[in-house]
C-alpha cells in the first residue's frame, strides 16, 4: 500500500524559506520509473504543479517557478524535500506531494493529504 | 507552457444528469490527458489517465474522451457522491491542470 505524508511548517513569513519533507512508504525511490512530484494549491484555487525527482535523481520544475525551487530525495530515509524560497502572501496554500510510476500510470497517481502553510507576518 | 482551460468553470446539475466537462489544450498534448475528481479538504483522486483508462475502482458511469487539443469527462448518471470539483491535467510536457470545473447539485 502506498502512502504519503506532507510535513513542515504551517505558517512562514515573508522573504522566508519554505522546507516540506513528504515521508512516503510502500516504494522505493531507488526503483527504476518511479518519481515523486510536489503540487499546490492557493485555498479555492485550481492545482498548481511545482516540481517532480525521478528515481534516477532527474529533476523537473514548474518553469514559473524554477528560480525558487529545490527538490531533494533521500532514498535511505524515504523522504522527498521541497524548498522554495522568498516567500510570499500568494504562496499560502496546501502544499501535496505525489507518487508516480512511469512504467504505469505516467502521471500524479497517489497523493497525500496535504500540508497548509499559510504565509504571514 | 501548455495552458489547459476547463469549461464550465461550475455546472448545476441533478442526479441522474448526463454531465459533460470540456477540455482544451493550447497544444498537441496526444493522448496524456487525466482526470481528478477533489472533494472539499481532501486531496484529488485520480479518475482517468491516458485520456479514457479508469483507475482501477472508479466507476463505469465516469468516461474520458478526445484526443489532441480537446478532451472530455463525461458522468453518465450522476450520483450525490460526484458532486465535486474536477480538474484536467496533461502530463505531455509537464504536469499542468486546468482551472477545474465545479459540479454542484442543481
Redesign the interface.
Same mark, same amino acid.
Given at each position: 500500500q502506498i502512502t504519503l505524508k506532507e510535513s513542515g511548517p504551517t505558517l512562514v513569513k515573508p522573504t522566508q524559506t519554505l522546507t516540506l519533507t513528504c515521508t512516503f512508504s510502500g516504494f522505493s525511490l531507488s526503483t527504476t520509473s518511479v518519481a515523486v512530484?510536489w #503540487?499546490r494549491q492557493p485555498p479555492g484555487e485550481?492545482?498548481? +504543479?511545482l516540481a517532480?525527482i525521478f528515481w534516477d535523481d532527474d529533476k523537473?520544475y514548474?518553469?514559473?517557478l524554477k528560480s525558487r525551487l529545490t527538490i531533494t530525495k533521500d532514498t535511505s530515509r524515504n523522504q522527498v524535500v521541497l524548498t522554495m524560497t522568498n516567500m510570499d502572501p500568494v504562496d499560502t496554500g496546501t502544499y501535496?506531494c505525489a507518487h508516480m510510476n512511469t512504467q504505469e #500510470?505516467?502521471?500524479?497517481?497517489y497523493? %497525500?493529504? %496535504?500540508t497548509l502553510v499559510t504565509v504571514s507576518s | 507552457?501548455i495552458q489547459m482551460t476547463q469549461s464550465p468553470s461550475t455546472l448545476s446539475a441533478s442526479v441522474g444528469d448526463r454531465v459533460t466537462i470540456t477540455c482544451r489544450a493550447s497544444q498537441s498534448v496526444g493522448s +496524456?490527458l487525466?482526470w481528478?475528481q477533489?472533494k472539499p479538504g481532501?486531496?484529488?483522486?485520480?479518475l482517468i489517465?491516458?485520456v479514457s483508462r479508469l483507475?482501477v475502482g472508479v466507476p463505469s458511469r465516469f468516461s474520458g474522451s478526445g484526443s489532441g487539443t480537446e478532451f472530455t469527462l463525461t458522468i453518465s448518471s450522476l450520483q450525490p457522491d460526484d458532486f465535486a470539483t474536477y /480538474?484536467c491535467?496533461q /502530463?505531455y510536457s /509537464? +504536469?499542468?491542470? %486546468?482551472? %477545474?470545473t465545479k459540479v454542484e447539485i442543481k
Amino acid at each position: 500500500q502506498i502512502t504519503l505524508k506532507e510535513s513542515g511548517p504551517t505558517l512562514v513569513k515573508p522573504t522566508q524559506t519554505l522546507t516540506l519533507t513528504c515521508t512516503f512508504s510502500g516504494f522505493s525511490l531507488s526503483t527504476t520509473s518511479v518519481a515523486v512530484s510536489w #503540487i499546490r494549491q492557493p485555498p479555492g484555487e485550481a492545482l498548481e +504543479w511545482l516540481a517532480l525527482i525521478f528515481w534516477d535523481d532527474d529533476k523537473r520544475y514548474s518553469p514559473s517557478l524554477k528560480s525558487r525551487l529545490t527538490i531533494t530525495k533521500d532514498t535511505s530515509r524515504n523522504q522527498v524535500v521541497l524548498t522554495m524560497t522568498n516567500m510570499d502572501p500568494v504562496d499560502t496554500g496546501t502544499y501535496y506531494c505525489a507518487h508516480m510510476n512511469t512504467q504505469e #500510470i505516467q502521471t500524479l497517481h497517489y497523493w %497525500g493529504q %496535504g500540508t497548509l502553510v499559510t504565509v504571514s507576518s | 507552457d501548455i495552458q489547459m482551460t476547463q469549461s464550465p468553470s461550475t455546472l448545476s446539475a441533478s442526479v441522474g444528469d448526463r454531465v459533460t466537462i470540456t477540455c482544451r489544450a493550447s497544444q498537441s498534448v496526444g493522448s +496524456w490527458l487525466a482526470w481528478y475528481q477533489q472533494k472539499p479538504g481532501k486531496a484529488p483522486k485520480l479518475l482517468i489517465y491516458e485520456v479514457s483508462r479508469l483507475e482501477v475502482g472508479v466507476p463505469s458511469r465516469f468516461s474520458g474522451s478526445g484526443s489532441g487539443t480537446e478532451f472530455t469527462l463525461t458522468i453518465s448518471s450522476l450520483q450525490p457522491d460526484d458532486f465535486a470539483t474536477y /480538474y484536467c491535467q496533461q /502530463y505531455y510536457s /509537464y +504536469w499542468m491542470f %486546468g482551472q %477545474g470545473t465545479k459540479v454542484e447539485i442543481k
